[in-house]
């Protein structure tokens, strides 16, 4: 195995499209690691992508949060901003392994391990983020949701590489929130999980994304979630749509975690919740 | 693929080592550097027996490459003491009898020092919290909350 440890994204690209072998992204390695220890893969070429500058920081310009691909979820959770910008993907990417994991993992490689159980990734999805992907030839900025293309694959092309998620502008009167179920405490990975985000205007809710993991084969965007709320001031009524909705749409699998029965059910609790966290955030009553 | 040479700072000092590029600084560490106090435990992040701090950060030196530890400063264990002189950690594990086989308190000592640097006054909660990426399967924990409760006593007092 050959390691190389680029300055530039566009170095990173050349690097990982020359490579006639198996060619890896590393950022974190709390994944990529872990798959070279069991075997599952045999990299001919890991590519750091630590040294990239473009990579490696956290910058508010006029239209969001740009987040560089290497940033460590410990560094999201250190940064008070964006801690207040948007708490709910913050709390999400810090519910991510132990604080020795946190030193390290990203949430580009949280996206790029495409697991249905992510945690970053309904979080980002519900705060409509998109990601910057550096290719040969282009750069295009895409949609986080349509990255995740099944468990452990994604729509990225062969040499592609995520620069950035940008996060939008947060607007006035908006709260988002994210919540896991695990049956403990701390470092355990999602059973049902539910982001949401939305924004109010006079106290109604004008607009929202509820975006779910665990419950399908990839994290879920669920727009008929979202219309099951927007409207009102998030009372009873409401609130059971979401949950109905949210059982509606998931197709979860039966495994150790969790049964489909369970998950069914328990997706609309956690989107109950997480709905009355982001409304409050927002400042609704 | 030959090795390639990295030069590192281990515990304040320079250290230089050769190491095939898709080893693990765990293995770097322990046998091209010598610092067997790093443990393997599962090798998959998940125990902590082999944490260290990487640039003042706390992680698992098993889910690191040997290779991306060049130009960075490295802490382990063996550079908690002062010399002969024991870190109040280490006194107080011993005092508490936070430890019985030993394999999983070197990571800890490293976590709770990391944990103690961010917050000198951790309650219970966020000591527990702090060291949950740490398996201990011999004392139940309970001592060890204790020992690291003791020794952020001690070290505020300073």
Not at chain 1, 1 to 21: D, K, N, Q
Not at chain 1, 269 to 277: M, P
Not at chain 2, 45 to 54: E, M, Q, V
Not at chain 2, 65 to 73: F, H, I, K, W
């Given at each position: 195995?050959?390691?190389?440890?680029?300055?530039?994204?566009?170095?990173?690209?050349?690097?990982?499209?020359?490579?006639?072998?198996d060619?890896?992204?590393?950022a974190?390695?709390?994944?990529?690691?872990?798959r070279?220890?069991?075997?599952?893969?045999?990299?001919?070429?890991?590519?750091?992508?630590?040294g990239?500058?473009?990579?490696?920081?956290?910058?508010t310009?006029?239209?969001?949060?740009?987040?560089g691909?290497?940033?460590?979820?410990?560094?999201?959770?250190?940064?008070k901003?964006?801690?207040k910008?948007?708490?709910?993907?913050?709390?999400a990417?810090?519910?991510i392994?132990?604080?020795?994991?946190?030193?390290?993992?990203?949430m580009?490689?949280?996206?790029?391990?495409?697991?249905?159980?992510?945690?970053?990734?309904?979080?980002?999805?519900?705060?409509?983020?998109?990601?910057?992907?550096?290719?040969?030839?282009k750069?295009?900025?895409?949609?986080?949701?349509?990255?995740?293309?099944?468990?452990?694959?994604?729509?990225?092309?062969?040499?592609?590489?995520?620069?950035?998620?940008?996060?939008?502008?947060?607007?006035?009167k908006?709260?988002d929130a994210?919540?896991?179920?695990i049956?403990?405490?701390?470092?355990?990975?999602?059973?049902?999980?539910?982001g949401?985000?939305?924004?109010?205007?006079?106290?109604?809710?004008?607009s929202?994304?509820?975006?779910?993991?665990?419950?399908?084969?990839?994290?879920?965007?669920?727009?008929?979630?979202?219309?099951?709320?927007?409207?009102?001031?998030?009372?009873?009524?409401?609130?059971?749509?979401?949950?109905?909705?949210?059982s509606?749409?998931?197709?979860?699998?039966?495994?150790?975690?969790?049964?489909?029965?369970?998950?069914?059910?328990?997706?609309g609790?956690?989107?109950?919740?997480?709905?009355?966290?982001a409304?409050?955030?927002?400042?609704?009553? | 693929?030959?090795?390639?040479?990295?030069?590192?700072?281990?515990?304040?000092?320079?250290?230089?080592?050769?190491?095939?590029?898709?080893?693990?600084?765990l293995?770097?560490?322990r046998?091209?550097?010598?610092?067997?106090?790093?443990?393997e435990?599962?090798?998959?992040?998940?125990?902590?027996?082999?944490?260290?701090?990487?640039?003042?950060?706390?992680?698992?030196?098993?889910?690191v490459?040997?290779?991306?530890?060049?130009?960075?400063?490295i802490?382990?264990?063996?550079?908690?003491?002062?010399?002969?002189?024991?870190?109040?950690?280490?006194?107080k594990?011993?005092?508490?009898?936070?430890?019985?086989?030993?394999?999983?308190?070197?990571?800890?000592?490293?976590?709770?020092?990391?944990?103690?640097?961010?917050?000198?006054?951790?309650?219970?909660?966020?000591?527990?919290?702090?060291?949950?990426?740490?398996?201990?399967?011999?004392t139940?924990?309970?001592?060890?909350?204790?020992a690291v409760?003791?020794?952020?006593?001690?070290?505020?007092?300073?």
């Open positions: 195995m050959r390691f190389e440890s680029p300055t530039t994204t566009r170095e990173a690209v050349a690097l990982l499209t020359r490579e006639r072998g060619a890896y992204v590393l974190g390695g709390t994944d990529l690691l872990v070279m220890k069991l075997d599952l893969i045999e990299p001919d070429l890991v590519v750091d992508i630590k990239i500058a473009a990579m490696q920081s956290i910058r310009t006029a239209s969001g949060t740009r987040i691909a290497a940033v460590s979820c410990a560094e999201l959770g250190e940064n901003k964006l801690k910008t948007w708490p709910g993907v913050v709390e990417a810090n519910l392994g132990s604080d020795q994991i946190q030193g390290r993992c990203t580009v490689g949280n996206l790029c391990n495409a697991s249905p159980a992510a945690d970053s990734v309904p979080a980002l999805m519900a705060a409509a983020a998109k990601v910057v992907i550096v290719g040969k030839k750069r295009r900025t895409v949609a986080i949701e349509k990255i995740i293309t099944g468990p452990g694959e994604t729509s990225l092309a062969r040499g592609e590489v995520i620069e950035a998620i940008i996060l939008p502008r947060r607007p006035p908006s709260g994210y919540l896991r179920f049956p403990r405490t701390e470092m355990d990975i999602a059973v049902v999980s539910a949401i985000s939305l924004k109010l205007e006079r106290g109604v809710i004008k929202a994304r509820v975006a779910l993991g665990a419950v399908a084969a990839t994290p879920l965007l669920v727009p008929a979630a979202a219309r099951a709320i927007v409207g009102s001031k998030l009372d009873d009524a409401a609130l059971e749509k979401l949950a109905a909705a949210c509606n749409a998931c197709k979860p699998i039966d495994d150790k975690r969790g049964t489909i029965e369970y998950r069914t059910r328990v997706v609790v956690l989107a109950r919740r997480a709905a009355k966290i409304y409050q955030r927002a400042g609704g009553a | 693929m030959p090795s390639v040479l990295v030069s590192t700072t281990i515990n304040g000092d320079a250290v230089e080592y050769a190491c095939p590029q898709d080893e693990t600084l293995d770097s560490l046998d091209r550097v010598g610092l067997t106090g790093v443990k435990g599962c090798g998959t992040g998940d125990c902590g027996a082999c944490s260290i701090t990487l640039d003042g950060r706390l992680v698992c030196s098993c889910l490459l040997g290779v991306e530890a060049n130009g960075r400063e802490t382990t264990v063996e550079g908690l003491s002062d010399g002969d002189k024991l870190h109040p950690l280490q006194e594990f011993i005092e508490h009898a936070a430890l019985q086989c030993g394999i999983c308190t070197p990571g800890f000592l490293i976590a709770a020092k990391a944990l103690l640097d961010r917050n000198p006054n951790p309650t219970v909660e966020e000591i527990r919290y702090g060291l949950a990426g740490n398996l201990c399967r011999c139940g924990y309970d001592k060890i909350v204790r409760q003791a020794a952020a006593k001690q070290m505020r007092k300073k």
